[in-house]
């Protein structure tokens, strides 16, 4: 790996591909918590290789829930986020009102997140159009109360939470459980919020 100095060559030299990355990170801004995003490990026993995480979705509204979870490298633009589709659609996972997901097995990424800019930047991008077909692109949560097969069954008549990004390192480890809970939000900008939870992969998993 880049901490195994084959080469002899200074490890502080901005030649090298670790420094030239945390330069750029700190240049653009994202501090300390872009550092751990960046250098948090991936998983996996082999190089090269990554590891799972686990994600649950726990819908504490009486409202079906819309959106797209997604796991990609921030980066690297020519990343092909893993999505995980919620709507209506037979064809998406479904979350209707006061009710869970079964716990979904993902691989690790640099970000994972519902409905944040950059990840349905890199799903428009990068991805073809046939894997977007029944994918709400769509910023953060909708909440519909319409019946399944209205038109409106897949717009915010209830209205929407804000979109999530949580970042490997400062917010989760590669194999821990994140329990993402949609909740309202009598003081927020929005109906409704998202409320992460995680559970790293030695604890006991108690929801």
């Known amino acids: 790996m880049l901490r195994n100095v084959r080469y002899r060559r200074n490890p502080t030299s901005l030649t090298n591909p670790l420094m030239l990355a945390l330069m750029l990170v700190v240049i653009s801004g994202c501090g300390l918590d872009g550092l751990l995003s960046l ?12 590891g799972n995480a686990e994600v649950l979705f ?57 409905g944040g800019e950059g990840l349905l930047a890199r799903a428009q991008e990068n991805l073809e159009e046939d894997a977007l077909e029944n994918v709400p692109l769509i910023e953060g949560v909708y909440f519909s109360s319409a019946e399944v097969g209205d038109d409106d069954a897949d717009e915010p008549t209830e209205g929407m939470a804000p979109p999530i990004d949580s970042n490997i390192g400062p917010d989760f480890e590669c194999g821990s459980l994140l329990i993402y809970r949609l909740e309202f939000d009598e003081d927020g900008p929005e109906r409704f919020r998202i409320d992460l939870t995680v559970v790293p992969a030695e604890s006991t998993r108690g929801v």
């Not at 250098?39 to 990554?50: D, E, I, M, Y």
């Open 58 to 114: 726990i819908n504490n509204t009486p409202f079906r829930a819309i959106f797209v979870f997604g796991a990609y490298d921030n980066l690297d633009r020519d990343t092909e986020p893993t999505l995980l589709s919620f709507s209506s659609d037979t064809a998406t996972l479904n979350l209707e009102g006061n009710s869970e997901t079964t716990i979904q097995e993902v691989q690790c990424s640099r970000v994972f997140s519902i």
């Open 39 to 50: 250098t948090a490990s991936l998983g996996g026993n082999v190089a090269g290789q990554r």
